[in-house]
């Protein structure tokens, strides 16, 4: 059995993290997880921004103009004919936020998460959710567990015990310092990280 967070809440989507890694086919706790990947197996298909034909050109502007930090990505809340479901990701962020989000959407689907949610959720630079109303649980849930799928607690433990910086970590794992820091945090890891950063090892 690997080792998992103190935490009970930790170990709850710790659990299912590595149920969805292994559904990726990852073997090693430090190979970087590509979420684009694993969203075929899920049945979601993310469609670039640009080709939702359905949007006004002023919800458009909207989306990636005054709007374009309320919202990391969407899900269709309907399904596709042949059973997918339609993502869509902020195309004015970058890759590593768009792995965050993705692996959101792919956990909802995972833990067989109603699709009652709102299609839009809003969220803060570091990747928070300020809306919430919606079921926040379920919101939390599928956050916190596409993030332990991102950088699981043992690799990322074993980086913080051998000096590395989050910059490093995130940049391992493709995702943002922000992400790292959070799992670091979440993790009850912090003290270990400021000691081994700090002591220069
Ligand atoms: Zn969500």
């Not at 195309?91 to 956990?107: D, F, V």
């Not at 913080?160 to 794992?173: L, Y």
Request: no cysteine.
């Amino acid at each position: 059995m690997d080792e998992l967070p103190p935490t009970q809440k930790g170990r709850h989507h710790e659990i299912r993290a590595l149920g969805l890694r292994e559904f990726a086919g990852l073997k090693r706790d430090d190979e970087p997880l590509d979420p684009f990947e694993l969203a075929r197996y899920a049945n979601l298909l993310v469609v670039p921004f640009e080709q939702i034909a359905a949007l006004s050109p002023e919800t458009v502007e909207h989306l990636t103009g005054d709007g374009k930090n309320a919202w990391s990505g969407g899900a269709a809340s309907h399904k596709l004919p042949d059973g997918r479901k339609l993502i869509i990701l902020n195309p004015t962020h970058g890759k590593n936020r768009h792995h965050a989000t993705l692996m959101e959407e792919i956990s909802h689907v995972f833990l067989g998460h109603k699709p009652s949610r709102l299609a839009i959720e809003r969220k803060n630079e570091k990747g928070e959710i300020i809306a919430r109303d919606y079921n926040h649980a379920i919101e939390e849930e599928a956050y916190s567990t596409g993030v332990a799928a991102l950088v699981p607690y043992t690799a990322l433990k074993r980086m913080v015990e051998n000096g590395k910086t989050i910059n490093e970590i995130a940049r391992h794992f493709g995702v943002s310092r922000a992400l790292v820091e959070f799992r670091i945090k979440i993790s009850r890891l912090w003290e270990l990280y400021s000691k081994s950063v700090f002591s220069g090892s």
